[in-house]
């Protein structure tokens, strides 16, 4: 700057501009200032050398956190389009100092929770700006009004750089006259801190130097303030002791919709204009249709050509200087989309925010914690990664059931980098599918996680004990049992076990009895599958198990409600799987349940929905013989019983898979819910009928189709006594099964054998 200028160079950016980005370096060459005052909190000065570290890759973003509440954070983010990054690599280019100058995070994270910032922009104005400006300018989107002023400038031919922050500067001082401080009382306190640290500033270097700052602040930083007016302002802020480093961040974060106040809704389209020195739009559009060309559709360089024709057109008609992102979308989904939405959601997505994340030098501080994860995500050639994908495990392999550990180890830590999903490769205990995606906030979450240990497991085996400890009820205590032997914590089951066995004890509630139990004999399983001891589980099981069978009928004969009916129904299912797999720990247990299913089958006080489901669950065993089943039935639905317990008795016994098929194949169930169904009253009908398409609409077109067409036989003929369909027998004839037993039994073994090699499992 020349020793003539009449003060600071004050530079008002719109934060992740990338026209203000290169108009601030056209500023800076043009100026020479010797020293750079950038908005942001001083407590990431010490930080600063970083930006020029080789393993430092934008987007990334500084953290501030409260150094004993880790959740009291606040993030200042920076792609390489935001002009402050400009600043901070031009100035570190040339040896120039460069700080912050914002109000320190030490008062912003001790503010109370309602006035604390979720983002950069600590003091987010109410009115925007930009908006203001464009509709002045008879623009309804403020976006293309900032394409038209500021990003379709051409840098390289402009003479004065520094006219278009002359500009910003003049049009927020008429908006801050009009609106005052936009609605944020907390800008006076920011720009005050500002003023403090340009008045130090001008001790040191005089005038020459330069201040990079949103634009909105410009008109504030140029008031003639006196320090005692600023310092009054200043005075009795709290404060808090805070801990910052480098975090990565992505595109994704950076947009509208992902909740940053201060972000863009196209950081990808912004990205590509602040990298691209000519020809944007040819370029843009030839990297739209390598995309598509990925993705299989057939799109070739004349239609890049036609795209790009069509996109000048727009804006010519349109009266803009260049196609804007707006005209290039239109000219793709005419050109290379055919018209359709779906492929452009694809652009829009990829492309126009993208999935672009950041790096981190190893030398940035970070706790820890994070520091035992990357080195466990490096270990196990683990990505962090801002596009979602579906990571397949095979948990008999090493490498892949320390990752399901290590991932398993985050959720119980609440760092939910991946999300268990349906596995398309398989449906065995071997096999775990995974989503995947790092979001930034993560990071605080790590660090926030930090309070538990040092490393991973350390950590996630006393957040596990502190959750034991916590946990108010039974299933909480079996759930978080069933999440340690997922994650391998052994250290953590002492804890869990003792938790769980005080709370079993105590709770008689049969219904939560049945609700905590699937998740002990599932954990028992799991267990087995990692190499988990976790055989002290199995007497816990076994005790909860027992007393599910003493107190199951009491509890469906005590006079329950539709509600209750339904809830204890649902658990029948729950606990009938669980015996199954507690068979092994127990040998008795099988028998003595089945005992309670034939007794809640048989009792005519429970309700006809725990009935019928009680005898389905026995049929399916092979405990229930066919023409026992069938007087069950015969009396479910006689004429003494009322319609809407009889549907609920249909719905137990013929809802859930395979329900459709048992009809199917026995016409004779068939045919007494076929007599029983024409004689419900019509007005009975009515009430019934929800309960009835419930049922009925659940099972296969396939299935519903065969019973419509066996509904159709000769009417009348299907009865309790209606003989079988031609090539069966009505009953088992024992003889003829007998005769294939041992082929039937070697076949079963060979398959078994063969089944638990593929890890698929019986």
Same mark, same amino acid.
């Given at each position: 700057?020349?020793?003539?200028?009449?003060?600071?160079?004050?530079?008002?950016?719109?934060?992740?501009?990338?026209?203000?980005?290169?108009?601030? =370096?056209?500023?800076?060459?043009?100026?020479?200032?010797?020293?750079?005052?950038?908005?942001?909190?001083?407590?990431?000065?010490?930080?600063?050398?970083?930006?020029?570290?080789?393993?430092?890759?934008?987007?990334?973003?500084?953290?501030?956190?409260?150094?004993?509440?880790?959740?009291?954070?606040?993030?200042?983010?920076?792609?390489?389009?935001?002009?402050?990054?400009?600043?901070?690599?031009?100035?570190?280019?040339?040896?120039?100092?460069? =700080?912050? $100058?914002?109000?320190?995070?030490?008062?912003?994270?001790?503010?109370?929770?309602?006035?604390?910032?979720?983002?950069?922009?600590?003091?987010?104005?109410?009115?925007?700006?930009?908006?203001?400006?464009?509709?002045?300018? @008879?623009?309804?989107?403020?976006?293309?009004?900032?394409?038209?002023?500021?990003?379709?400038?051409?840098?390289?031919?402009? =003479?004065?750089?520094?006219?278009?922050?002359?500009?910003?500067?003049?049009?927020?001082?008429?908006?801050?006259?009009?609106?005052?401080?936009?609605?944020?009382?907390?800008?006076?306190?920011?720009?005050?801190?500002?003023?403090?640290?340009?008045?130090?500033?001008?001790?040191?270097?005089?005038?020459?130097?330069?201040?990079?700052? *949103?634009?909105?602040?410009?008109?504030?930083?140029? +008031?003639?303030?006196?320090?005692?007016?600023?310092?009054?302002?200043?005075?009795?802020?709290?404060?808090?002791?805070?801990?910052?480093?480098?975090?990565?961040?992505?595109? #994704?974060?950076?947009?509208?919709?992902?909740?940053?106040?201060?972000?863009?809704?196209?950081?990808?389209?912004?990205?590509?204009?602040?990298?691209?020195?000519?020809?944007?739009?040819?370029?843009?559009?030839? !990297?739209?249709?390598?995309?598509?060309?990925?993705?299989?559709?057939?799109?070739?360089?004349?239609?890049?050509?036609? +795209?790009?024709?069509?996109?000048?057109?727009?804006?010519?008609?349109?009266?803009?200087?260049?196609?804007?992102?707006?005209?290039?979308?239109?000219?793709?989904?005419?050109?290379?989309?055919?018209?359709?939405?779906?492929?452009?959601?694809?652009?829009?997505?990829?492309?126009?925010?993208?999935?672009?994340?950041?790096?981190?030098?190893?030398?940035?501080?970070?706790?820890?914690?994070?520091?035992?994860?990357?080195?466990?995500?490096?270990?196990?050639?683990? !990505?962090?990664?801002?596009?979602? #994908?579906?990571?397949?495990?095979?948990?008999?392999?090493?490498?892949?059931?320390? !990752?399901?550990?290590?991932?398993?180890?985050?959720?119980?830590?609440?760092?939910?980098?991946?999300?268990?999903?349906?596995?398309?490769?398989?449906?065995?205990?071997?096999?775990?599918?995974? =989503?995947?995606?790092?979001?930034?906030?993560?990071?605080?979450?790590?660090?926030?996680?930090? $309070?538990?240990?040092?490393?991973?497991?350390?950590?996630?085996?006393? !957040?596990?004990?502190?959750?034991?400890?916590?946990?108010?009820?039974?299933?909480?205590?079996?759930?978080?049992?069933?999440?340690?032997?997922?994650?391998?914590?052994?250290?953590?089951?002492?804890?869990?076990?003792? +938790?769980?066995?005080?709370?079993?004890?105590?709770?008689?509630?049969?219904?939560?009895?049945?609700?905590?139990?699937?998740?002990?004999?599932?954990?028992?399983?799991?267990?087995?599958?990692?190499?988990?001891?976790?055989?002290?589980?199995?007497?816990?099981?076994?005790?909860?198990?027992?007393?599910?069978?003493?107190?199951?009928?009491?509890?469906?004969?005590? @006079?329950?409600?539709?509600?209750?009916?339904?809830?204890?129904?649902?658990?029948?299912?729950?606990?009938?799987? +669980? &015996?199954?797999?507690?068979?092994? %720990?127990?040998?008795?247990?099988?028998?003595?349940?089945?005992?309670?299913?034939?007794?809640?089958?048989?009792?005519?006080?429970?309700?006809?929905?725990? #009935?019928?489901?009680?005898?389905?669950?026995?049929?399916?065993? *092979?405990?229930?013989?066919?023409?026992?089943?069938?007087?069950?039935?015969?009396?479910?639905?006689?004429?003494?019983?009322?319609?809407?317990?009889?549907?609920?008795?249909?719905?137990?016994?013929?809802?859930?898979?395979? *329900?459709?098929?048992?009809?199917?194949?026995?016409?004779?169930?068939? @045919?007494? $819910?076929?007599?029983?169904?024409?004689?419900?009253?019509?007005?009975?009908?009515?009430?019934?009928?929800?309960?009835?398409?419930?049922?009925?609409?659940?099972?296969?077109?396939?299935?519903?189709?065969?019973?419509?067409?066996?509904?159709?036989?000769?009417?009348?003929?299907? %009865?309790?006594?209606?003989?079988?369909?031609?090539?069966?027998?009505?009953?088992?004839?024992?003889?003829?099964?007998?005769?294939?037993?041992?082929?039937?039994?070697?076949?079963?073994?060979?398959?078994? &054998?063969?089944?638990?090699?593929?890890?698929?499992?019986?």
């Amino acid at each position: 700057m020349s020793p003539a200028a009449a003060g600071p160079l004050l530079l008002g950016v719109r934060h992740h501009g990338p026209g203000s980005a290169r108009a601030v =370096r056209a500023a800076l060459d043009r100026a020479q200032p010797r020293a750079v005052l950038i908005e942001g909190p001083p407590e990431g000065d010490a930080l600063l050398p970083l930006a020029a570290d080789p393993g430092m890759r934008p987007p990334v973003a500084l953290l501030a956190h409260a150094a004993d509440d880790p959740a009291r954070a606040a993030f200042w983010p920076l792609a390489a389009f935001s002009p402050e990054w400009v600043a901070i690599r031009w100035a570190q280019a040339r040896d120039v100092p460069v =700080r912050f $100058i914002d109000l320190p995070a030490a008062h912003a994270l001790a503010a109370p929770r309602e006035e604390e910032p979720d983002a950069r922009e600590a003091g987010a104005v109410r009115v925007d700006p930009l908006a203001v400006l464009a509709e002045t300018a @008879g623009y309804e989107d403020p976006e293309h009004w900032w394409e038209d002023v500021v990003e379709h400038r051409g840098t390289g031919e402009v =003479r004065d750089p520094l006219a278009v922050f002359e500009v910003l500067a003049e049009a927020m001082g008429a908006l801050r006259e009009t609106h005052g401080d936009g609605g944020h009382g907390r800008d006076l306190v920011r720009e005050a801190h500002m003023r403090q640290r340009m008045r130090a500033a001008r001790r040191e270097f005089g005038d020459d130097y330069a201040v990079v700052c *949103g634009a909105w602040h410009v008109p504030a930083l140029r +008031a003639g303030t006196t320090v005692a007016a600023d310092r009054a302002l200043l005075t009795g802020l709290p404060k808090a002791k805070v801990e910052t480093t480098w975090v990565p961040w992505s595109h #994704r974060r950076l947009a509208r919709a992902g909740g940053y106040g201060a972000g863009v809704t196209s950081p990808g389209w912004y990205a590509h204009l602040f990298a691209a020195r000519d020809r944007p739009v040819e370029r843009w559009l030839t !990297k739209v249709a390598g995309l598509l060309r990925e993705e299989d559709r057939q799109v070739s360089p004349a239609h890049v050509i036609e +795209a790009v024709r069509l996109a000048e057109t727009l804006a010519a008609v349109r009266g803009r200087p260049l196609p804007g992102l707006t005209e290039t979308l239109e000219a793709v989904r005419a050109v290379m989309c055919d018209g359709s939405d779906v492929p452009l959601a694809l652009v829009e997505d990829r492309l126009v925010v993208g999935d672009v994340l950041g790096e981190v030098p190893d030398a940035a501080p970070v706790v820890p914690l994070q520091r035992d994860l990357t080195r466990r995500q490096r270990t196990l050639r683990l !990505k962090a990664e801002a596009q979602r #994908r579906d990571l397949e495990l095979d948990l008999r392999k090493e490498s892949d059931a320390a !990752k399901s550990l290590l991932l398993h180890r985050l959720r119980l830590l609440g760092i939910d980098w991946g999300t268990p999903t349906a596995s398309r490769s398989g449906t065995g205990t071997f096999r775990e599918t995974w =989503r995947l995606c790092w979001e930034p906030e993560l990071s605080v979450r790590v660090a926030e996680a930090g $309070i538990w240990g040092t490393t991973v497991e350390g950590a996630a085996t006393a !957040k596990a004990e502190a959750d034991a400890a916590a946990a108010g009820e039974l299933g909480e205590v079996t759930a978080l049992a069933e999440r340690c032997l997922l994650a391998g914590l052994s250290g953590a089951l002492p804890a869990v076990l003792r +938790a769980l066995a005080d709370r079993a004890a105590l709770d008689t509630d049969v219904a939560r009895l049945a609700g905590a139990l699937p998740a002990l004999a599932r954990a028992l399983r799991y267990g087995d599958v990692r190499g988990t001891d976790a055989a002290a589980l199995g007497t816990v099981a076994a005790g909860l198990a027992e007393r599910i069978c003493v107190g199951l009928p009491p509890a469906c004969a005590a @006079g329950l409600d539709a509600d209750g009916a339904a809830e204890l129904r649902g658990h029948l299912d729950g606990v009938h799987g +669980a &015996v199954g797999l507690l068979d092994g %720990t127990d040998p008795g247990l099988r028998e003595r349940w089945s005992a309670v299913l034939r007794m809640l089958a048989g009792r005519e006080s429970v309700p006809g929905g725990i #009935r019928g489901r009680a005898a389905r669950l026995l049929l399916d065993d *092979g405990r229930l013989p066919a023409g026992e089943t069938a007087r069950l039935m015969g009396l479910a639905l006689s004429p003494a019983a009322s319609p809407a317990d009889a549907a609920g008795w249909i719905e137990g016994f013929a809802g859930g898979a395979g *329900g459709g098929t048992l009809l199917v194949h026995d016409e004779r169930l068939l @045919g007494l $819910i076929d007599a029983w169904l024409v004689s419900v009253p019509e007005g009975a009908f009515i009430d019934v009928l929800p309960l009835l398409r419930r049922t009925f609409g659940a099972y296969e077109p396939g299935v519903r189709r065969t019973l419509g067409e066996l509904a159709r036989r000769v009417p009348g003929a299907r %009865t309790a006594s209606s003989t079988a369909p031609a090539g069966f027998a009505p009953d088992l004839d024992p003889g003829r099964a007998d005769a294939v037993a041992d082929l039937a039994r070697l076949l079963l073994g060979a398959a078994t &054998v063969h089944v638990e090699r593929e890890g698929i499992g019986r």
